[in-house]
């Protein structure tokens, strides 16, 4: 049984808010003080669109988070209580599923959310679903860390699918659980960061030019059109949605991060 403190579903629903809440603010919040406050002058030189968001563009982003927070946290009581009726099997014995499995799912659900996020994405991206859903995400064309979570709650609801829909094939151990959460978040408000830390050369590298920068996701937000993957670039460039002047828009930031 995983954290079977109470049986009364509100105790158990703000457990789970507070802690959306924390991650939230620790990652995203963090990353908004350290870079767009404290060392904003510092690192101008690497920012993607030079121009910073207006303020009323950054009490939206947090107004949207944090509705967000809630129905992620309505999902993470469907989790817990499918747990215990049995639907999905959450389990605190590495040796139950084997230390091999055990270490694989951390890989294996951040690839199962790669492609779930990129079919869905594009999805919500239809006409006819995009104004509904979708928008009020990109309503934050020059995005913050902040914009993170800020998604209309019925795409807050297409998003937390993803650990009940893994849960449904696969067993996940609490850990697996845990990283997965903050290596998204993470990675997350990396791509909403609006900054490229990335080396020159790097969409073109062998290896990590299937790797998304903050480039990627901060081209999808100022142009709404291609570059529509998560984690990796492998989805994007098998369907060739790339946007056709990723690699030089990612080279010429660069240029100007050296000329600064």
Known sequence: M?????????????????????????????AFIYFWIWKKDKFQKFRIQEKFPAKDKLIYEIKYSFLTLLIFAINGIGVYYGNKSGLFHIYTNIDESGRLYYYASFLLILLFHDTYFYWMHRAIHWKPLYKYIHKVHHNSTNPSP????????????????IIPLYLLVLPL????????????TVLNVLGHLGYEFYPSGFTNHWFFKWINTSTHHNMHHKFFENNYGLYLNFWDRLM????????EIFENIKRRALSS
Do not use: K
């Open 146 to 161: 902040l914009a993170a979570f800020s998604f209309h709650p019925w795409e807050s609801m297409f998003e937390a699918l």
């Open 173 to 184: 151990h609490f850990h697996a659980i845990v990283f997965f959460l903050i290596t998204m």
């Open 240 to 247: 060739g949605t790339n946007h056709p002047q990723y690699t």
């Open 2 to 30: 995983i954290f079977d403190l109470s049986d009364n579903p509100y105790v158990i629903f703000c457990l789970i808010l507070l802690l959306l809440v924390i991650r939230y603010t620790l990652i995203a919040g963090s």
